[in-house]
Structures are given as C-alpha cells and as structure tokens.
C-alpha cells in the first residue's frame, strides 16, 4: 500500500476541440488589384494608356479605314484589305489546285479535322478509330490526287494551302510513330548494336535543324538513288518530317517505357510470354497510355513544323499565302494575309495544347483515384 | 548435329547473329547510298571533295560580323555565315532570358492586366510556326514603315524605317591603352575580392563586403584613368540622308526582322520554363522566407530563384540549343546565316553532299557544345545532397 495518492486531474479532454473555421480566402477585390499600390496603380495606368494609344490606330486601320468589298485599286491608300482575303482565300487555302475541283480539297480538310474531332473522347480509342484513320490517310490521297475512280488526275506539284498542311502532320505522325515504337526500344535494349544505332539516329535528327534535313530530302535524296528513280518532292519532304516526328515520339516513349516497373516485364516472363508478346501485349500498352498528353504537344510541334517546307519550294498553307500576295494587282497586305494564316494555325495548335491540358487533369484524376 | 542445333536455339548465339544481321543491313544500306552517291556526281562531272572551299565564292553577303569580300574563298564565306549565325543565336539567347524572365513574372502577378497580357502574348506566340512570325515581321519591317524620309524616331537619334533600323553608336576617343588595362585589373580584382569575400562569409556565416568594396574602387580607378587620359564619349547618332541614314549603328530590315521574331518567339518559351521552375518550389519556401522577415524581392532571390534553377536548367539546354537551330528560319527572310551561305555555295557549285556535311556538323558540333556546357553548370548548381 502506497500513500501516493493519484492527483485529480483538474482537466480532462473527452471530446476533440470543435475544429476552427477556416482562414478566410483572401480574395481582393478588382479595384485592389488594379490601384492597391504604387506599383500596380502605375502599371494599370500604363496598360491603359496603351490601349487608349493602340486602339483607335487598329480600329481606323481595321474597321473605318478597311475596304471590305471592292478590288486593289480600292486598296492602296487604305486600311486593312479584307476584300484581298475575301478574294484570295480559295487561293490560300488550296494553292494552285485547279478551282472546278476545290471540292476534293475541302473534303480532305473535312476528312481529316472530322476524324481528329472524333478521337478526341478517349471512349473513341479503339481498332475501329484506327482503322478510320488509315482509311482516311489513304483516301484522303486518293482524293486529292485522282486518276481514280473517275476522278481528274492532279499531280502533287498542284497540291496547295490547308490541305497539303493537314496531310504532312498527318502522314508525317502516321508512319513516325510506327519508327519511333522501333526507336524507343531499340534505345532501351540491352543489346549493344540496336541501343547504340538507335540513340544515333535519334540524337543526330534531334540535333540538327529540321532546314538542314528538308535540304538532304530535297537536294541530297535524288542523288543518293540510282539513276531513273525519281521520288515525288512532297513525298521526300515526308520522308524528313517522318524522320524528326519519329526522333521526337521516341523521346517521349522512352520516357513512357522507363515509368514502366521492372515488376511487370517479370510477372510477364513468369507467364511465359516472350519478348515480343511482353512487349506488345503489357510494356508498350501501358507505355503508351502515359504519355499521349506529351505526345499530344508533339502533334502541335509536327503542325508549326510543316510550314518549313516553304524552303524547299512546296506549297502548304504559308508558302500558299505567300503566292497569292505576289499578285501585282493587289497592293500585298500582307498583315491581313499572315494574320488569316497565323489565325488557322494558331485555332489548330491552341485547341489541341487545350485537349492535352484536359486529357492530362483527366488521366491525373484516374491515377489518383 | 546436336550440337549445330543447341547453338542455334542458344540465347547468346541468336543475340550475336541478329545484331550481326542488323549491322550488315545497315552498312549495305548507307554503302549502297555511297555508291548511288557517287556514281551520280561522276555522271554529272561533278568532283567529290572539300577542294571548292578554297576557290573564290564570287557571290556577295549582304552583311557581316566577320569582314567578308565577293573575291574571298567559299570556306571564308562559311565562316561568315557561321559567325553571322552565332552572333544571332547569342544575342537573341540573352535578350530572350532576360525578356522570358520578365514574361515569367508579369504571368505570375496578381495584376490582371498583367498577367491577362502576358498569357495572350505567350500563346499567341506558341502557338503559331515561327516562319510565318518571321515573314510577318520582315514584311512590316520593308513594307509596313514608312520610307526614311517619313522615319518613325520615336526618341533622338533611333530610326526606324523600311530601310532598317539606326541606332546611336558610343564612340571613344582618344588612347584607349591605359584605360583597357585598368579595366582588365579592374575586373580581376573584383572577381578574386568577390569570390574571397563569398568564401569568408560562407566559413564565418558574417556577411561582408569585399566584394561591393572592389567594385566601387574599380569604378574609382575606371574614372581616374578616363580622366586622366582625357578620353572623350560622345554618342554617333545617325543622320537621315537622301536614300539612306548615315552614321551610327545600321542593323538591316533582315537582321532587324529576325532577331525581332526570334526574341519574342523564344522569349515565350523560356517564360513558361522559368514560369514553371518558380512554381516548381514548394510555397512553404516563401512562407518561411516571410516567417524570416525577408522581402518578396530577397525571397525569390535568396531562396526561391536557386531552387528553381535546378528544375529550369535542362529544359533551358534544349531551348538554347532550338534557338541555335531556329536561327536557321533567317534564310526565309534573306539574312545571310550559315544556312544561306550553304544553300547559295551548293547553288553555285553543285557540291551539294559537302554543303550539306559543312552545314550538318556545324550544327551537331554547336548541339553537343552547348549540351556539355549546359550539363557542367547544371552539375554546378545541382543539390548537393549529404
């Protein structure tokens, strides 16, 4: 027996203290953020003053001063000359393609954006989207070329403006990735003569200027083959767009391949599968499922790419443009026209960097659970 | 026979022959390339060989960092075109960190004005290929300003006109000998007090301020030295004549266009890199850096901006690097890059194979270049975990 007696507790907790309300947010309010202080009063006040200056000189150019209807003469010694692309824009769009056949273009461009539209919904991804696709790639050709089907035969030297543009990213990301699935794993075998070929040919195109591969395409290509052998220009210039797009794809899929763990490849072994079918039926899947946002952002590279092949002479969207402001008759606006092309690429490449932000927050969402 | 057969399903005998397979077919297909190669130039009376460089290029250059004459030879010509290139890709590198970091910021700021217009620059300029901002640019640079009688001067001495645009130029008079030498002196004495004055604070954790001393004593010595050797400034501003403006610091309507277009171009992709390393960084760094009682401005110095340097130093590389390879994109407005001299050399002789072996090794050379000085500072600034 102990005479240490136990001390009565003079407080005892039975139920967790009521959890305080949250801070506050703190959300000023617009006037704040724009006068608060020193700082962002003088710089409202220099955005304003700005506009203020800017915007009765794009208002007098574009709109008071702006012939809309009318032809060149109207033009000279006017505004902005909308009634150039109201004129021109068959020309822009399709090149030199000859006008009773337009509709062949359209259907191309419609082809192609439709089926971009349709794969957006990953619910889409399926066999039959791809097969839409390869469909789509081979008929829009035959489409534009003809000689099919009752269809006017029209050389690619004629091809012009929207389509060709569509067609190069197109058929440039369709054969790239198949290399590029190539490239990726032979950078990650752990054979030396595929690893050390691979990382060749990807840093070499990597480390060059697409120019200086679209001149090898252009100049060096035809000397390279033997005699009598002659490759369309378009064509060679896929052949450069193909090699950069499959040197960037096999980037990002490495990058895929390595978040892959070691475990899988394992539990496939102890399956009994073999390389091929590990690869193909559990690493590439899962590969490729991570990283097509970053494959996404390729898209946009490929899409601005394909306006460099106005260096070797082909006519896609810009070089189009560029060719309708030579006429004499006109006194070249050329903002009006640079500003219609820029506008086509950047609502292309703006909703697709859009689409891969989404599919990214989405795919997040799934990983997190 | 066993024995052929276990060798033939042996792991280690397939993994050999494949890759044995493989490379033949590689050789066979780039000798056979070769061969094409060179029975076509025979055909075409064309000789093989890097003797052409020698010979005089006879075409002109329109401008130049190295002095350059129609009668120098084609190798001459390549250089020039290769130090035209660089200069552009250096002094677009600079302006384009220093003008990204301010897009980074003004994305940052709580200002909706700001960051509102920030955002649409940054995507506007993303979002659209760099040929066509460039031919935008060129075209408003010869055809949009007015001639040079009508020169937009928006501040003495600077004109901008369809001919290009003029800029004062700092001339000093006088011998310039002493005044170089204290510079030189001055510069090393600030590096090694700099660097000594670092040292010391690091080892005593006070700070001190050697090297802000050294600085305000070269200045001082600087001064005396110009005062004493009683150099001259004076600004040559250009003048507008008849045709042209003399005088001062003319940069063409090419060279004008293309550093205009790849500054800002670039500029909007280095903001989103320093963007993303500032955001990179743990908000609680700046919390305890307030907690600490720093400023918002020492914050993002002294804690914020090394921190996120590690994060924005590799894809800073590539940037570099695709800045040195944009500067390709010049020859669609006529700047005479290295990529212009080599289209225009393999134009007039036909040396195509050489033009384009100049041109692709001149580009791997300055890739693996600047990846190996990106990698050693990045090494430099790495975490250095114990």
């Known amino acids: 027996m102990t005479d240490m007696t136990q001390p009565t507790p003079v407080f005892v907790r039975t139920a967790p203290t009521p959890a305080r309300a949250a801070p506050l947010a703190e959300r000023r309010p617009l006037w704040h953020l724009l006068f608060g202080d020193m700082v962002s009063a003088t710089m409202t006040l220099i955005g304003l003053l700005g506009l203020a200056w800017m915007l009765p000189h794009l208002l007098s150019w574009a709109v008071i001063n702006g012939v809309w209807t009318g032809g060149g003469d109207e033009c000279r010694q006017a505004g902005a000359c909308w009634a150039f692309l109201a004129q021109k824009y068959p020309q822009i769009l399709f090149g030199i393609y000859p006008p009773a056949e337009h509709w062949r273009p359209i259907a191309v461009c419609t082809l192609i954006l439709g089926l971009g539209l349709w794969s957006l919904p990953p619910r889409n991804w399926t066999k039959l989207t791809l097969g839409l696709w390869v469909g789509g790639m081979l008929g829009s050709l035959v489409l534009m070329g003809g000689g099919v089907l009752g269809l006017k035969s029209v050389p690619t030297s004629a091809w012009g403006g929207l389509p060709v543009t569509l067609l190069l990213t197109v058929w440039s990301l369709g054969l790239g990735f198949p290399l590029a699935v190539l490239l990726a794993l032979g950078r990650r075998a752990s054979l030396p003569v595929p690893r050390y070929l691979s990382i060749g040919i990807i840093e070499l195109i990597r480390g060059l200027p697409l120019l200086s591969l679209l001149f090898i395409a252009s100049i060096l290509l035809p000397i390279m083959l033997p005699d009598g052998v002659s490759i369309d220009k378009l064509a ?107 506008l086509i690429y950047f609502t292309i490449c703006f909703s697709i960097s859009r689409y891969a932000r989404w599919l990214e927050t989405r795919m997040s969402k799934g990983n997190r659970r | 026979m066993t024995n052929l057969s276990t060798l033939l399903h042996d792991t280690r005998t397939r993994q050999i022959g494949l890759q044995a397979l493989l490379l033949a077919l590689v050789a066979g297909g780039v000798g056979w390339l070769i061969l094409n190669t060179a029975g076509n130039l025979d055909d075409r009376g064309i000789t093989g060989g890097f003797g052409f460089l020698d010979r005089a290029a006879r075409f002109p250059i329109a401008e130049s960092i190295i002095r350059y004459r129609p009668t120098d030879s084609f190798g001459w010509a390549f250089l020039v075109g290769l130090g035209n290139t660089l200069f552009l890709a250096v002094t677009v590198a600079l302006a384009a960190t220093v003008l990204g970091l301010g897009v980074a910021l003004a994305r940052r700021s709580a200002h909706p004005l700001t960051s509102g217009a920030a955002t649409v620059y940054v995507e506007a300029m993303r979002n659209t290929p760099l040929v066509v901002q460039l031919l935008f640019w060129y075209a408003l640079v010869t055809l949009g300003l007015p001639n040079i009688h009508a020169a937009f001067t928006p501040i003495d001495g600077v004109i901008l006109a369809d001919r290009g645009l003029y800029l004062p130029r700092p001339v000093i008079a006088g011998d310039k000998g002493p005044f170089l030498a204290a510079l030189l002196l001055g510069l090393a004495a600030v590096g090694v007090a700099w660097r000594y004055g670092r040292v010391q604070s690091l080892r005593t954790g006070i700070p001190n301020h050697y090297g802000r001393i050294a600085i305000l004593s070269a200045l001082l010595l600087l001064g005396l030295v110009w005062g004493t050797t009683g150099l001259t400034l004076s600004l040559d501003r250009p003048v507008i004549g008849r045709f042209n403006a003399t005088g001062g610091m003319g940069l063409s309507p090419e060279f004008t266009a293309v550093f205009a277009g790849l500054l800002l171009y670039s500029a909007a992709f280095i903001g989103e890199i320093i963007r993303g390393g500032i955001d990179a960084v743990d908000k609680g760094q700046w919390e305890a850096g307030r907690a600490l009682g720093l400023e918002e401005g020492r914050i993002l110095r002294l804690i914020v901006i090394p921190q996120a340097l590690r994060v924005i130093i590799p894809p800073m590389t590539s940037q570099y690097i695709n800045i040195t390879k944009n500067t390709t994109l010049a020859l669609a407005v006529g700047y005479p890059d290295i990529a212009l001299v080599a289209a225009t050399t393999i134009n007039q002789t036909g040396q195509a194979v050489e033009g384009i072996l100049i041109l692709m090794l001149v580009f791997l050379t300055l890739s693996v270049t600047a990846s190996l000085f990106m990698n050693w500072y990045n090494r430099r600034i790495a975490l250095v975990t114990r």
Not at chain 1, 241 to 267: C, D, F, H, N, W
Not at chain 1, 277 to 282: E, F, K, M, N, S
């Open chain 1, 236 to 342: 060679r210039a896929l052949a450069a767009m193909v090699l950069v797009s499959a040197a960037y794809i096999a980037e990002v899929l490495r990058g895929g391949l390595q978040a892959i763990p070691k475990g899988q490849t394992e539990a496939a072994e102890a399956l009994g599968l073999n390389w091929a079918q590990t690869t193909r039926l559990i690493v590439l899947p899962q590969a490729i499922a991570k990283v097509i946002p970053p494959l996404t952002s390729t898209i946009i590279v490929m899409v601005k790419n394909t306006s460099l092949v106005l260096v070797v002479g082909l006519f896609d969207l810009l070089s189009a443009g560029r060719a309708a402001l030579a006429d004499p008759d006109w006194p070249a606006p050329f903002a009006e026209t640079y500003l219609l092309i820029a």
